[in-house]
């Protein structure tokens, strides 16, 4: 069962906000000059800016407002590009009550194909209730 869907698109302003922030200047992420010159033609966006649209939804819709990101293992299977639809979801796998832990699987897929982009498992806590 899909606990959480939506469609995203990372933007340029999103992708320069994030280098300035986290200090990923990488031009792999920044410049068209630079990319070209790569496998991937264009720039990409950065993997833990993706990662962050996962902790994003943790926190503010499910469980929601009072969630700690405990852990999270990504794979990276395609390059994300800017400007692309994407398709982000969030299914729900098992509990451990015992340590009031979380698991969830995480994906990234294409909007036009369907193609896996990133795909992972997540372990959260939500502070604000026991399950």
């Known amino acids: 069962m899909t606990a959480y869907t939506e469609a995203i698109t990372f933007t340029q302003a999103q992708v320069e906000a994030f280098?300035?922030?986290?200090?990923?200047?990488?031009?792999?992420?920044?410049?068209?000059?630079?990319?070209?010159?790569?496998?991937?033609?264009?720039?990409?966006?950065?993997?833990?800016?993706?990662?962050?649209?996962?902790?994003?939804?943790?926190?503010?819709?499910?469980?929601?407002?009072?969630?700690?990101?405990?852990?999270?293992?990504?794979?990276?299977?395609?390059?994300?590009?800017?400007?692309?639809?994407?398709?982000?979801?969030?299914?729900?796998?098992?509990?451990e009550p015992r340590r009031n832990h979380l698991f969830f699987e995480t994906l990234l897929t294409d909007a036009a194909t369907g193609k896996k982009m990133v795909t992972g498992e997540a372990c959260v806590q939500n502070a604000a209730f026991v399950y």
């Open 19 to 95: 280098a300035a922030l986290s200090g990923d200047n990488n031009p792999l992420h920044l410049s068209e000059a630079y990319a070209a010159s790569t496998i991937f033609k264009t720039p990409i966006v950065h993997g833990m800016w993706v990662a962050a649209a996962f902790s994003r939804v943790f926190g503010t819709q499910m469980p929601g407002p009072g969630t700690v990101y405990l852990s999270h293992n990504l794979q990276f299977l395609r390059p994300v590009y800017v400007g692309k639809p994407y398709r982000l979801s969030i299914t729900f796998l098992r509990a």
